[in-house]
């Protein structure tokens, strides 16, 4: 696959998308669809076209520039599709990509990204201690370190970083609950309760998919918090700003139209259905370039 990098003007550009046009979501993976489930219980007029990057997950360990580059053709295509509005549900791709495709695409196609709900965990901790489970490429990011400095710093709160490059394959393998996977989360997760954390924040949206894990392992020594209901709210925000919320009841047979680039629709269809609400309609497809 071939990156598509924004240019500056917009090369032949769409026209307005309407009212009944789709919201798209992009993440590196299936992990995203996390945050698609929150958007479609938060926007029930709303329907969803996903794009996951199967051909390229992980993000985490990838150079600065590749990941800028992946964003890049997936926000496109989206675009391409007619999406009135796009979702950057990946912490990682946001971390660095959001500026200059904000100012690509202008006001008439919002782009809305991630970061990690560090906020709320700052705002609530008792021990003064959290930690922000995230990938390598999040925490070298501006945005995370922006949240650190506007809301721990000033509080006192001492925030533990947590990374390990095994949880986004054990997810998109629909693995969270195998025994390597909670080996691996006891092993990066037991140190930041040694030092007294309260809080997990989860900087990735493959990992509200490891919350039972998680408390399989430490109970309630860690409260979990993660971006999905937040990212709904500024999301419906941003639609009612720029007068493109839906205004009917949404008339689609399929409110989730998942797309990955990995032609792997086949296998990663029984993980999405125990994964999907069943009241949520939804379909899976390879993406034919």
């Not at 295509?77 to 007619?82: A, E, I, M, S, V």
């Not at 946001?94 to 200059?100: E, V």
């Not at 709900?117 to 021990?127: E, I, N, Y």
């Not at 489970?133 to 000033?154: N, S, Y």
């Given at each position: 696959?071939?990156?598509?990098?924004?240019?500056?003007?917009?090369?032949?550009p769409?026209p307005k998308?309407?009212?009944?046009?789709?919201?798209?979501i992009?993440?590196s993976?299936?992990?995203?669809?996390t945050?698609?489930?929150?958007l479609?219980?938060?926007?029930?007029n709303?329907?969803?076209?996903?794009?996951a990057d199967t051909?390229h997950?992980?993000?985490?360990?990838?150079?600065?520039q590749?990941?800028?580059?992946l964003t890049?053709?997936?926000?496109e295509?989206?675009?391409?599709?007619?999406c009135k509005?796009a979702?950057?549900?990946?912490?990682?791709a946001?971390?660095?990509?959001?500026?200059?495709l904000?100012?690509?695409?202008?006001?008439?196609?919002?782009?809305?990204?991630?970061?990690p709900?560090?906020?709320?965990?700052?705002?609530?901790?008792?021990?003064k201690?959290?930690?922000?489970?995230?990938?390598?490429?999040?925490?070298?990011?501006?945005?995370?370190?922006?949240?650190?400095?506007?809301?721990?710093?000033?509080?006192g709160?001492?925030?533990?970083?947590?990374t390990?490059?095994?949880?986004?394959?054990?997810?998109?393998?629909?693995?969270?609950?195998?025994?390597?996977?909670?080996?691996?989360?006891k092993?990066?997760?037991?140190?930041?309760?040694d030092?007294?954390?309260?809080?997990?924040v989860?900087?990735?949206?493959?990992?509200?998919?490891?919350?039972?894990s998680?408390?399989?392992?430490?109970?309630?020594?860690?409260?979990?918090i993660?971006?999905?209901?937040?990212?709904a709210?500024?999301?419906a925000?941003v639609?009612?700003k720029?007068?493109?919320?839906?205004?009917?009841?949404?008339?689609?047979?399929?409110?989730?139209?998942?797309?990955?680039?990995?032609?792997?629709?086949?296998q990663?269809?029984?993980i999405?259905?125990?994964?999907?609400?069943?009241?949520?309609?939804?379909?899976i497809?390879n993406?034919?370039?």
């Open positions: 696959m071939t990156a598509i990098l924004p240019i500056s003007p917009l090369d032949n769409m998308a309407l009212n009944d046009a789709p919201i798209g992009f993440d993976g299936i992990g995203g669809t945050v698609a489930l929150e479609a219980k938060y926007l029930p709303e329907n969803f076209i996903y794009y051909a997950v992980p993000y985490g360990p990838r150079e600065d590749d990941i800028r580059e890049a053709h997936a926000i295509w989206l675009y391409r599709k007619g509005i979702v950057v549900a990946c912490n990682t946001s971390a660095f990509s959001l500026d200059y904000r100012e690509h695409y202008g006001e008439n196609f919002p782009i809305i990204g991630l970061v709900a560090l906020k709320p965990a700052v705002l609530q901790t008792k021990s201690v959290v930690s922000v489970l995230a990938t390598p490429a999040t925490f070298r990011g501006q945005l995370i370190k922006d949240v650190m400095h506007r809301f721990a710093e000033p509080a709160v001492k925030v533990l970083p947590v390990c490059l095994d949880l986004v394959p054990f997810v998109e393998a629909g693995q969270q609950t195998s025994v390597k996977c909670l080996e691996a989360l092993q990066v997760l037991q140190p930041v309760i030092q007294g954390a309260d809080y997990l989860l900087g990735c949206t493959h990992y509200p998919f490891l919350n039972q998680i408390k399989t392992i430490f109970s309630d020594k860690l409260t979990l993660d971006s999905g209901l937040a990212v709210r500024q999301t925000r639609l009612i720029n007068e493109l919320a839906a205004k009917q009841e949404n008339q689609s047979n399929v409110r989730l139209r998942c797309f990955v680039s990995g032609q792997n629709a086949e990663l269809k029984p999405l259905t125990r994964w999907i609400d069943t009241n949520i309609t939804w379909s497809e993406i034919i370039d």
